[in-house]
Nanobody
Framework: QVQLVESGGGLVQPGGSLRLSCAVS????????MDWYRQAPGKERELVAT???????YYADSVKGRFTISKDNAKNTVYLQMNSLRPEDTAVYYC????????WGQGTQVTVSS
């Protein structure tokens, strides 16, 4: 069955960096856009970044210039490199595959605190 598994979250100090990974199994994702979302306590889930099947990227204004989304088709894995982290980046981060139907991972916690 199709599964998305996020990893790489943890506790980091303001200004630090983390790299999140999303490993997809059960299907090849070469032809689907892949997304990263996040949800902070008491807030709605929001789109952070998107990468198209061809490699075109999109970023929310709040993370542009600090985060980078990328993928490795051979490994069926999408990444989110997060630099210059701020306390407001604290959230559970989710990976999403858009096609053939929307599929979500379980999420990984990112906490930015001193």
């Amino acid at each position: 069955q199709v599964q998305l598994v996020e990893s790489g979250g943890g506790l980091v100090q303001p200004g630090g960096s983390l790299r999140l990974s999303c490993a997809v199994s059960g299907i090849t994702f070469s032809y689907t856009p892949m997304d990263w979302y996040r949800q902070a306590p008491g807030k709605e889930r929001e789109l952070v970044a998107t990468i198209s099947s061809g490699g075109t990227t999109y970023y929310a204004d709040s993370v542009k210039g600090r985060f980078t989304i990328s993928k490795d088709n051979a490994k069926n894995t999408v990444y989110l490199q997060m630099n210059s982290l701020r306390p407001e980046d604290t959230a559970v981060y989710y990976c999403k595959m858009e096609r053939p139907w929307a599929t979500w991972g379980q999420g990984t916690q990112v906490t930015v605190s001193s």
